[in-house]
C-alpha cells in the first residue's frame, strides 16, 4: 500500500458522502475507488458526480470489494454498528461518521471486532483535524486562557424540508444530542477532560427523540461547562472556553473551518482575531488525509482520534442519556 493511492470506498450516498467525496480530490495520493448505495440509481449518480471505478447496489458487494483499501461509512448512525461490523468482517479498514454508535456497548463491540481483525477503524470527527483545532489547542496548552473555568457552547438549527428521515428516527439514532451535541460534549471534554458530575434534561419531540438538550458539566475543580443543542431554533452554533486570564471564542459553525477564532485577553472588548491558515473545500480532507497516513504506516488506531476518544465520547453520552431520559430501540438489543 505504501506506493500506490489509497482507494477509498464510501458507504451510503447521502448528504455528508457528497461533502467527504467532494473533498478527496484535494488529496494527492488518495481517490475515490467505489460507492455503494442501497439503490443502483442513487450509485449511478453519485458516482457520475464524484467519479468512481465501481458502483454497488449492495453495500455487502463493497465490504467485499478487493480493490478498495478503506470504507468511509456515512449511513445514519443508529445503522453504523450494522455497517462498520460488516465492514469490520471483511478485513476492511474503516472511517465511520459521528456519532461513532448508538451507545457505548455498540462502540466497544465495534472497537473489539476491528482488534480482532487487525484493521484500522478510526471515528471521523473531524472537526479534530482541522487548523483551527490545532490553533485553539495550541492557545489552551499555551497557558494564555489560564487554568480554564467553564466551557459554553450552544449548537441549534432548525431542520428545512426535505428534513433527513434519521433527524427525528428513534430507530436510525435521531435527535440532537447524537446528533450536533456531540460536538460540544467533544469540545467540553477536550478543553476540560471527563466531568465529575453530569446533569442533563430534554424536551422530546412527537417521536420521542430529543428535540432539545441541555447538558451540565460539573468538575471537582469547580470548573463548569454548559452545552445546549436543539433542532427547534437557530442558534449562534459557538463556543466560549474561558479561563482564569483569558476567554477564546470560536465563532459560528464553532465546529468547523469557517468559524473565526477570538481570543480576549481581557474584558469583551479586548478582542484579537486569530490568525487561521484558509481551507480548501469543507474541510474533510484533513481527517481523510490521516486516516490514509494511519494507514500506510500499519496503524490500526489513529493516535489523534484514539479509540479511547470515542469510547469516552460514547460514555459520556450515554450519562447524559440517562439523566436526560433519552432512549434507543438498540439500548435494548
Ligand atoms: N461530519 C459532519 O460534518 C457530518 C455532517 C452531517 C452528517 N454527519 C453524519 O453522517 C451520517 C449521515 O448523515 P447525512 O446527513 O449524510 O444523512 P443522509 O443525508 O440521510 O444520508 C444517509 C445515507 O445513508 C444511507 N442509508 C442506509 N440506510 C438508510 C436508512 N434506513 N434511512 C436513511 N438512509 C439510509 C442512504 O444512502 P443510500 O440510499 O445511498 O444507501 C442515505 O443517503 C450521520 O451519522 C451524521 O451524524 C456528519
Given at each position: 500500500?505504501m506506493?500506490?493511492?489509497?482507494r477509498w ?6 448528504r455528508?458522502?457528497q461533502?467527504?467525496?467532494s473533498?478527496?480530490k484535494y488529496?494527492e495520493?488518495a481517490?475515490?475507488?467505489a ?6 440509481t ?8 464524484y467519479?468512481?471505478a465501481?458502483?454497488y447496489d449492495d453495500?455487502?458487494t463493497l465490504?467485499k470489494?478487493?480493490?478498495?483499501d478503506?470504507?468511509?461509512v456515512a449511513?445514519p448512525?443508529?445503522?453504523?454498528f ?5 465492514c469490520l468482517q ?8 459521528k ?5 457505548s456497548?455498540?462502540t466497544?463491540?465495534m472497537?473489539a471486532a476491528?482488534?480482532?481483525?487487525k ?8 472537526s479534530?483535524?482541522t487548523?483551527q ?5 495550541d492557545i489552551i496548552?499555551s497557558g ?7 466551557v459554553i457552547?450552544?449548537f441549534?438549527?432548525?431542520?428545512q424540508p426535505p428534513v433527513?428521515e ?22 467540553a471534554?477536550?478543553?476540560l477532560?471527563?466531568p ?5 434534561r430534554?424536551t422530546?419531540?412527537?417521536t ?12 471537582n475543580s ?6 445546549f443543542s436543539s433542532?427547534c431554533?437557530?442558534l449562534?452554533t459557538e463556543?466560549?472556553?474561558s479561563?482564569?486570564?483569558g476567554?477564546?471564542?470560536?465563532t459560528h459553525r464553532?465546529?468547523t473551518?469557517?468559524?473565526t477564532l477570538?481570543?480576549y485577553?481581557?474584558?469583551?472588548d479586548?478582542?484579537v482575531i ?6 480548501e473545500?469543507?474541510?474533510?480532507h484533513?481527517?481523510?488525509r ?6 500506510r504506516?500499519?496503524?490500526?488506531e ?10 469516552l465520547l460514547?460514555?459520556t453520552?450515554d450519562e ?5 431520559g433519552i432512549?434507543y430501540p438498540a439500548?435494548?438489543?
Open positions: 500500500m506506493n500506490k493511492k489509497i470506498g464510501i458507504l451510503g450516498t447521502g455528508i458522502a461533502k467527504f467525496a473533498d478527496l488529496i495520493d481517490e475515490l475507488h460507492v455503494a448505495s442501497r439503490s443502483k442513487n450509485a449511478a449518480i453519485f458516482a457520475q458526480l467519479p468512481a465501481l458502483q453495500y455487502h465490504a470489494d478487493p480493490q478498495t478503506i470504507i468511509y449511513t448512525h443508529g445503522l453504523h450494522e455497517h462498520v461490523m460488516l471483511h478485513g476492511k479498514a474503516v472511517l465511520c461518521e456519532a461513532f454508535a448508538v451507545n456497548s455498540q466497544k463491540s472497537i476491528a482488534k480482532e481483525q484493521v484500522f477503524l478510526m471515528e471521523a470527527l473531524w479534530k483535524f487548523p483545532w490545532q490553533k485553539m489547542t496548552h494564555q486562557l489560564g487554568e480554564i473555568k467553564n457552547i450552544n441549534g438549527f432548525v431542520p433527513a434519521r433527524l427525528f428516527s428513534p430507530a436510525l439514532g435521531g435527535g440532537t444530542l447524537l446528533d450536533i451535541g456531540v460536538y460540544n460534549v467533544f469540545y471534554l477536550s478543553a477532560g471527563k465529575d458530575y453530569i446533569d442533563a430534554m422530546p419531540a412527537s420521542g427523540i430529543d428535540e432539545q438538550c441541555a447538558v451540565l458539566f460539573r468538575y469547580g470548573a463548569m461547562a454548559q452545552l433542532y431554533t437557530h449562534a463556543a466560549d472556553i479561563g482564569s486570564k476567554r477564546l471564542r470560536l464553532f465546529y473551518p469557517d468559524s477570538e481570543f485577553p481581557g474584558r469583551a479586548s478582542k486569530v490568525p487561521v491558515e484558509q481551507t473545500g469543507f474541510g474533510y484533513y481527517e481523510a490521516h486516516a490514509g497516513d494511519c494507514l504506516k500499519g496503524l490500526t489513529s493516535p489523534v482520534m484514539t479509540h479511547a476518544d470515542t469510547v460514547m460514555e453520552m447524559i442519556r440517562r439523566k436526560a432512549q439500548d435494548t438489543k
